[in-house]
């Protein structure tokens, strides 16, 4: 968490901080601030506890030349949200200026050997004492910048990203990174860092990612150079990223999370483009062509993950066991990452993220891969950290997901899930051509369904009005609804605060039944399947203690919509690719919630979209 932004060259610097830092505010919001460098013995500060806007507010009037500076917006750890604890921090005297993003596990021994060489601190941060290093190091040396920030690194167990400036060199900027990502962009008006490609973008597609443990020199004629701690110059080719800025922007919605709701179906759509032949015979996976062998030889697959991408995997356990007959375990990755969990060479671990930089999930990847697993990656941030330290992998492809509650990134999750186990069985001969041709026209089908969902979005809003005070949630489905329901009580917690809990429907009876009375609304997915009938029982079980019934039902079912308080129909869908309709209309509901309580449901409280801690 956290983001980093930084520029030098020819523009003025704080402009382009300034927007760096909304794109980058998915990461935190609890403070920000931006450090200028106009001339030689000048760095001018500025900080402010809160999101972006609150620093911009607080600069008005403040002279913000310079043509190089960086900047940051916080999701804090060490120390509260205050204006003390917000980045940049300088080191004693002020002569260096630094951005992080990570953690320093050390800062306590590295303070307390400051401290005793006469180092004051102005902030509880572990960042403070990274700047302070620097300086020390720098001023015992007497060393340039970059030998200070590499002497300094060698001594720091952690994660870090960081940006320094000195302003004894104002024709440059040190940047450095371990397992907190940093991508360079290289522009003709000169160097851009941030923590992702979204601030750079609308200036330049050419970028540069350094691997962990270098150090970039980036000057001001546009020059740069990338050294490892040791000083060994390191070559990186530039890439060409290809990001689309509309992406970006909300398109005249008022969140960001109701336009990646919306642009689900053409997500989707891009997410099975080129992979989903025309012929609707066959899914062509290239990772899957490329390791078959590997693939099928395991004995098992483990899928890692956190958050809403641990629900996806769920759903990725029962297609791949349903398709390719090969066990699945789904791990949450801060529980696999330490439990000396039984993991070798016969097994694949499938890692899903979003981001690709979830420090937990990074960490089961690590751990599984030096005990000899094969490493799948599910990400959608191209060139992001996991998708890097994976053995090969599929991205989603559903373009930037800016809102913090994921929504667009689950339904590409588990659409590529889809993908993978269908074109897993065919390599493996275990499904047939007439069911592989019906389930791809399913699969294809799905954006349009999803469109029709969208449909019935004004009635959810009004359906949501009814329940906006509500305290509690119950969620319940069976099978593949079963993670539907977990997914829909989290988006519901996330970012209305209201208490909500996913259930399997069945397992109410040992339990939840309790909290049933008319006070407690139980949002049922209850469309066509197998087990259809035991859902209608569940819903008669709440329906005799006095709960309100919110169901998603199939289309034309009369039988639950005569029982439910409220129903929501949604098109007809081969039950393994239903969770892909059905959370849609959840996603709304936690949506209009939120939005019906005036929160601010882009930036929920405590929370980050890349949680780069563990
Ligand atoms: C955070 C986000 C969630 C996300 C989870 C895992 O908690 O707020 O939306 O599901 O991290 O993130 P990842 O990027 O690994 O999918």
Request: include cysteine; aromatic fraction near 8%; charged fraction near 20%.
């Amino acid at each position: 968490m956290c983001g980093i932004v930084g520029y030098i060259g020819r523009k003025q610097a704080y402009p382009i901080l300034i927007e760096g830092l909304k794109r980058l505010e998915y990461r935190g919001y609890d403070s920000a601030g931006v450090a200028l460098m106009p001339a030689k013995n000048i760095i001018n500060v500025y900080k402010s506890a809160g999101k972006v806007k609150q620093l911009e507010a607080a600069v008005a009037g403040c002279d913000v030349a310079g043509c190089a500076g960086i900047a940051h917006t916080r999701w804090a750890t060490h120390g509260e949200p205050n204006k003390e604890n917000s980045h940049p921090h300088c080191s004693m005297g002020g002569r260096l200026a630094l951005v992080h993003n990570g953690i320093i596990e050390n800062y306590a021994v590295l303070k307390e050997k400051l401290t005793a060489e006469g180092y004051a601190f102005a902030s509880d941060t572990d960042t403070e004492v990274l700047v302070q290093l620097i300086d020390y190091i720098q001023k015992k040396g007497n060393y340039n910048l970059v030998t200070a920030v590499q002497l300094a690194l060698k001594e720091v167990v952690g994660a870090y990203a960081i940006a320094v400036m000195d302003r004894e060199n104002p024709e440059m900027i040190v940047a450095a990174r371990k397992s907190s990502p940093l991508v360079i962009g290289l522009a003709d008006d000169g160097l851009y860092l941030a923590s992702d490609a979204t601030p750079i973008i609308e200036h330049t597609n050419r970028m540069v990612y350094p691997d962990d443990e270098e150090v970039a020199a980036l000057y001001k004629d546009g020059s740069y150079r990338i050294m490892n701690l040791e000083n060994v110059e390191c070559c990186h080719e530039a890439q060409t990223v290809a990001l689309n800025i509309g992406q970006l922007q909300k398109g005249g919605f008022p969140h960001f999370m109701i336009k990646e709701i919306y642009d689900q179906p053409e997500c989707l759509a891009d997410c099975m483009r080129g992979r989903v032949m025309a012929d609707m015979n066959r899914i062509v996976i290239s990772a899957v062509n490329n390791y078959k062998d590997v693939l099928m030889r395991a004995k098992r697959f483990i899928i890692v993950a956190c958050g809403t991408s641990w629900h996806a995997g769920l759903i990725g356990k029962q297609l791949i066991e349903s398709f390719c007959r090969i066990p699945v375990e789904v791990e949450y990755a801060s529980e696999f990452r330490y439990r000396n969990p039984v993991v070798g060479k016969d097994d694949v671990v499938i890692a899903i993220s979003q981001s690709g930089e979830t420090a937990d999930t990074l960490a089961a990847i690590e751990l599984a891969r030096e005990r000899g697993a094969f490493i799948y990656g599910i990400c959608n941030v191209v060139g992001s950290s996991i998708a890097r330290a994976t053995d090969t992998g599929s991205y989603i492809h559903v373009g930037p997901e800016i809102g913090v509650a994921s929504t667009k990134a689950f339904t590409g999750q588990v659409t590529v899930l889809a993908m993978f186990a269908l074109a897993l069985a065919q390599v493996q001969g275990k499904i047939s051509g007439e069911q592989m041709k019906e389930t791809i026209e399913e699969l294809v089908s799905v954006p349009d369904k999803i469109r029709e969902v969208l449909k019935q979005d004004d009635y959810i809003n009004n359906m949501a009005k009814v329940f906006t005070y509500a305290h509690n949630f119950i969620y319940l489905g069976r099978g593949y609804a079963f993670p539907v329901a977990l997914e829909g009580a989290l988006k519901l917690k996330e970012i209305s605060y209201i208490h909500a809990e996913g259930y399997p429907a069945a397992e109410m009876k040992h339990g939840p039944i309790a909290l049933i009375d008319m006070n407690m609304p139980v949002v049922v997915i209850a469309t066509k399947s197998p087990l259809y009938e035991k859902v209608v029982s569940n819903i008669q079980e709440i329906k005799a203690r006095g709960g309100k019934i919110l169901a998603v039902i199939t289309e034309g079912d009369t039988v639950i919509k005569e029982m439910a308080d409220y129903s929501i129909e949604v098109p007809e869908t081969m039950e393994c690719l239903e969770s892909l309709v059905t959370s849609v209309p959840l996603q709304l509901l936690a949506y209009h919630i939120a939005a019906n309580k005036g929160l601010d449901v882009d930036k929920p409280r405590n929370l980050a979209k890349s949680v780069t801690v563990e």
